[in-house]
């Protein structure tokens, strides 16, 4: 959890560095406009890169149709599944891939059947069927 933190750190700084140093050398309004939007955007995206409590969370909406998918049934596999290791972030079952601007999680649901669930900006969605 520290590394994850201390790396995202490192990368909004040397994002903000390299920023910084491009906007001190341009002179056109227009690009200066489109870099700090374009900044903007990433920063909230890695702000809201969500983690592992937020899959969980996101996975036991109770009583409410959850928007990760549209088939119920594959939120239900999902579930289950989350229901039997939530408390552990090491299983492998469940494995979080940070791209630090979004998350894939991986659910292996049994031996043939592994759902790709995007995580970006606090939301999921499900990636294949």
Same mark, same amino acid.
């Given at each position: 959890m520290l590394q994850e933190i201390l790396h995202g750190t490192f990368s909004v700084i040397a994002f903000a560095l390299v920023i910084f140093l491009v906007l001190r050398f341009i002179k056109r309004k227009i690009l200066k406009t489109v870099l700090i939007l374009t900044a903007c955007v990433l920063t909230a995206l890695w702000a809201f890169? %969500?983690? &592992?409590?937020?899959?969980?969370?996101?996975?036991?909406?109770? +009583?409410?149709? /959850? %928007?990760?998918? +549209? /088939?119920?049934?594959?939120v239900e596999e999902i579930k =289950? !599944? /989350? =229901?039997?290791?939530?408390?552990?972030?090491?299983? =492998? &079952?469940?494995? &979080?891939?940070? @791209?630090? !601007?979004?998350?894939? @999680?991986?659910?292996?649901?049994?031996?043939?059947? =592994?759902?790709h669930v995007l995580g970006i900006m606090q939301t999921f969605h499900l990636l294949n069927t």
């Amino acid at each position: 959890m520290l590394q994850e933190i201390l790396h995202g750190t490192f990368s909004v700084i040397a994002f903000a560095l390299v920023i910084f140093l491009v906007l001190r050398f341009i002179k056109r309004k227009i690009l200066k406009t489109v870099l700090i939007l374009t900044a903007c955007v990433l920063t909230a995206l890695w702000a809201f890169n %969500p983690g &592992r409590a937020d899959f969980n969370h996101a996975v036991f909406e109770d +009583g409410k149709p /959850n %928007p990760m998918a +549209g /088939n119920q049934g594959v939120v239900e596999e999902i579930k =289950t !599944l /989350n =229901t039997q290791c939530y408390q552990n972030s090491e299983d =492998t &079952r469940i494995q &979080r891939k940070n @791209y630090v !601007l979004f998350s894939v @999680y991986d659910v292996k649901v049994s031996d043939a059947k =592994t759902y790709h669930v995007l995580g970006i900006m606090q939301t999921f969605h499900l990636l294949n069927t």
